[in-house]
């Protein structure tokens, strides 16, 4: 499986971008899909996630009301739209598959595959 994310890129605070990860070599419809990233000198978090079908969400607090994922089970696509973006929103951004599990986990111990990340600067 593998997993290429796209669509990063430098960016001025309050400005929008959108993220994708196109995922091939598996059965996508049955991954939850997660985004996480690692800001410069920090741990990898949590950022969002989405269940199989689409129909259930979960953010991570510092995101919530400004990012929204997606997900287009026809096109093998998770989407990451970021909009009133911050400095501080800075960082790669990683796209990550489970296999395993029917409920968005924020544990990235939980998922399998893994893309190679998209920068993202935000300029204040």
């Known amino acids: 499986v593998q997993l290429q994310a796209s669509g990063g890129g430098l960016v001025q605070a309050g400005d929008s971008l959108r993220v994708s990860c196109a995922v091939s070599?598996?059965?996508?419809?049955?991954?939850?899909m997660g985004w996480f990233r690692r800001a410069p000198g920090k741990e990898r978090e949590f950022v969002a996630g989405i269940n199989w079908k689409g129909d259930r969400t979960y953010y991570a607090d510092s995101v919530k009301g400004r990012f929204t994922i997606s997900r287009d089970n026809a096109k093998n696509t998770v989407f990451l739209q970021m909009n009133s973006l911050r400095p501080e929103d800075t960082a790669v951004y990683y796209c990550?598959?489970?296999?395993?599990?029917?409920?968005?986990?924020?544990?990235?111990?939980?998922?399998?595959?893994w893309g190679q990340g998209t920068l993202v600067t935000v300029s204040s």
């Open positions: 070599g598996g059965t996508f419809s049955n991954y939850v």
């Open positions: 990550a598959a489970d296999r395993r599990t029917f409920a968005v986990s924020t544990s990235q111990r939980d998922y399998d595959y």
